[in-house]
């Protein structure tokens, strides 16, 4: 790997907002995009070195867990450099997640609850404390957490059953605010990718439909929220990021 190249890692990597975001990063020039799946077997994940890449680019495909096993996330990031040769991380997007509507909030288990917030909060947390030893050999180090307008509190509204999902989002904003007020050396931020319309997104918004909630008037193409995403990590610094709550516009999203 350059010692010039950019190197990005980007969690659920293998579809949807991580796979746009892969090949975003590939088709620039002196990137390494690590592009971390559960099983790099899937043929989704198999299907990622087709991509295009632009010169001196390349992808490592990392095997890596989106639960919330601190061992697990940690191996996963120790392979980096010592199958990979990587020593730096110039950009960590913590994409991986899982959405789906649910029971009403009276009747959901606390122990349905909790299965979301393990992946959605607690491993991207794990995550960004495997990865910073490796963000702080940068020089401008990034780390992106995506989020969604589910977790903020003062928008907050009952009209989908997404109580266990918003609950787990807005956790993690908390988290990585906390994270931003403690740790200087790296911008921190959560990112609202908009409503995309991904095959996850897509059975989202058809569930909502049924419910008489027609999102299409919100509904962004997959190019959009990622154009949208790239360039925010493009600009983002210290100032205009750090501790943030960022839509795709860049423009900041109340807590």
Not at 40 to 66: C, F, G
Not at 145 to 153: E, H, K, N, P, T
Request: hydrophobic content about 45%; glycine content about 10%; overall charge negative.
């Amino acid at each position: 790997m350059s010692s010039t190249s950019t190197t990005v890692l980007i969690t659920g990597g293998n579809s949807g907002i991580g796979k746009g975001l892969v090949a975003a990063y590939l088709a620039l020039p002196s990137h390494t995009v690590i592009a971390a799946v559960r099983n790099p077997a899937r043929a989704d994940a198999q299907a990622l070195a087709s991509l295009p890449k632009a010169e001196d680019s390349n992808l490592v495909v990392l095997q890596i867990s989106d639960g919330a096993s601190a061992s697990a996330i940690a191996s996963g990031i120790s392979t980096l450099k010592s199958d990979h040769g990587i020593n730096k991380l110039d950009i960590v997007i913590a994409n991986a997640g899982h959405g789906d509507l649910s029971p009403k909030l009276i009747d959901t288990p606390v122990f349905e609850i909790q299965k979301v917030i393990e992946i959605n909060a607690y491993g991207p947390f794990e995550l960004f404390k495997a990865t910073l030893p490796l963000l702080r050999h940068s020089e401008c180090a990034k780390f992106c957490y995506i989020s969604s307008l589910g977790g903020s509190l003062t928008s907050m509204n009952n009209v989908a059953n997404l109580a266990p999902y918003g609950a787990s989002k807005a956790l993690a904003n908390f988290l990585f605010k906390w994270l931003s007020l403690d740790i200087k050396d790296v911008v921190i931020w959560a990112q609202h990718p908009g409503s995309v319309r991904t095959t996850m997104g897509q059975m989202g918004f058809e569930a909502l439909k049924d419910l008489g909630i027609d999102m299409s008037p919100y509904i962004i193409s997959l190019e959009e929220s990622v154009g949208g995403i790239q360039k925010v990590i493009k600009e983002a610094d210290g100032g205009n990021a750090h501790g943030k709550f960022l839509g795709p516009d860049g423009a900041e999203i109340p807590w």
